[in-house]
């Protein structure tokens, strides 16, 4: 992070030399206020109070560093920048009244015209009265995830020529996708078709048989032709019985 070192071009768009390699992808709205100060937490109130900050000016986001140049320049205060991987906790603070408000911890670097403090960071706040703050935010996050990963990937592919604790650790950023991940889309342009519900066959029921066809099956009855064994002997034994008791029932009447 430095204090006054960015290049102005005044008569520019933006009104900045660019480093190597450095696109400007977002700009925000005038009147955009600048605060960085202690961090309001320990150690942050037990170190030398600083204080630097701006009411009004614009608001810059490269693929390297965030930049901010006020409407009017002070002596403490001519512009300010920082490597976007030096910025760290960031969020944007939406109160019920007033502006909304992006903040982070900042990590100075030597000789960048803020003093280091005892604990690392100092605190850095981007006050949006004219909106942006979550356009900002959201292209500040996707940048940030792509360095992120493009530092990750140059240290597990090991060796590098940048110096021990440099934050792109010599990532070549005109290298880096920085473009938005593509909506979802139909691989089709046609309209959608719903799908066809299966066709579920009922199973059928045996039938049961006709009763014709059992009767059919069973062979028809015919009487026989001649008498059973014994059958005149049974006829005979029986007429001799009725009549014996005949005669006994006449007697008795008698």
């Not at 933006?14 to 700009?27: C, D, G, R, S």
């Not at 909304?100 to 604990?119: E, F, H, K, M």
């Not at 979550?134 to 240290?155: G, I, K, M, N, P």
Request: charged share 15%.
């Amino acid at each position: 992070m430095s204090i006054n070192w960015v290049m102005l071009l005044p008569s520019s768009t933006p009104p900045f030399t660019p480093l190597p390699n450095e696109q400007t992808l977002f700009t925000s709205p005038p009147r955009i206020a600048l605060a960085i100060t202690n961090p309001a937490h320990y150690p942050g109130k037990q170190q030398q109070k600083f204080s630097v900050g701006s009411s009004s000016g614009v608001l810059y986001l490269t693929n390297r560093r965030v930049i901010y140049i006020p409407d009017k320049a002070a002596p403490d205060l001519q512009s300010f920048s920082g490597p976007i991987l030096y910025l760290h906790d960031s969020h944007v603070t939406a109160p019920f009244f007033g502006p909304n408000v992006w903040q982070a911890l900042l990590q100075p670097v030597q000789g960048g015209g803020i003093p280091t403090p005892a604990g690392g960071v100092v605190e850095l706040k981007f006050t949006f009265k004219d909106g942006g703050a979550f356009d900002f935010h959201s292209t500040y996050e996707r940048v940030r995830e792509r360095l992120q990963q493009a530092v990750q990937v140059s240290r597990e592919a090991g060796g590098t020529s940048a110096p021990s604790g440099a934050a792109l650790n010599g990532v070549d950023v005109s290298n880096v996708n920085l473009d938005e991940l593509p909506a979802y889309k139909e691989t089709s342009d046609g309209p959608l078709i719903a799908p066809i519900a299966p066709q579920i066959v009922a199973p059928t029921q045996p039938t049961a048989p006709l009763a014709v066809s059992q009767q059919s099956s069973t062979p028809a009855f015919s009487p026989p032709s001649e008498p059973p064994p014994g059958y005149e002997e049974a006829q005979r034994s029986g007429l001799n019985e009725a009549a014996e008791w005949s005669e006994v029932a006449d007697e008795r009447k008698a």
